[in-house]
C-alpha cells in the first residue's frame, strides 16, 4: 500500500500506557488493531494511525492521517486543497485528548 504522511498531532496524557491504550481502543473506531498501535482507513484516500508509547510524564499520543488515495493532487482536489485540513485535525485531536485526560482523571497536553 503506497501511502503518504499528510499531518501528524501528538499528545501527552499523566497516566501509564496501562491505562491509555484502553481507552484509546474504546474511542477510536478501527479496522486494524496492532501492539499500541491502530489504524482506521476510511473512503479511498483516508488512513488514520494512532500510536502510545511510554514517555516519563506518563503516555505520548501521536495520531498520524495518511492520503492512501494515490495521486497526492487527485486527493488534494477533492479534499479542497487541504484547506485547514492540519488545523482541524489539531483541533479535533486537542478536543479528543482532554476527553481522555477526563475519563481517565488526569492532566493532558499537547505536543
Known amino acids: 500500500m503506497s501511502r503518504q504522511l499528510l499531518t501528524e498531532v501528538a499528545g501527552v496524557i499523566d497516566a501509564p500506557v496501562e491505562r491509555v491504550w484502553p481507552e484509546v481502543v474504546r474511542a477510536v473506531p478501527r479496522t486494524e488493531l496492532g501492539e499500541h498501535v491502530l489504524a482506521y482507513q476510511g473512503g479511498w484516500w483516508y488512513r488514520g494511525e494512532w500510536s502510545v508509547t ?8 501521536v495520531h498520524r ?25 489539531r483541533e479535533s485531536f486537542a478536543e479528543g485528548l482532554a476527553q481522555l485526560g477526563n475519563r481517565l482523571g ?5 505536543a
Open 54 to 61: 511510554p514517555v516519563p510524564e506518563g503516555t505520548r499520543l
Open 65 to 89: 492521517v495518511y492520503n492512501v488515495g494515490g495521486n497526492y493532487w487527485v486527493v488534494a482536489l477533492a479534499n479542497r486543497l487541504f484547506i485547514g485540513f492540519r488545523r482541524r485535525t
Open 106 to 110: 488526569c492532566a493532558t497536553r499537547l
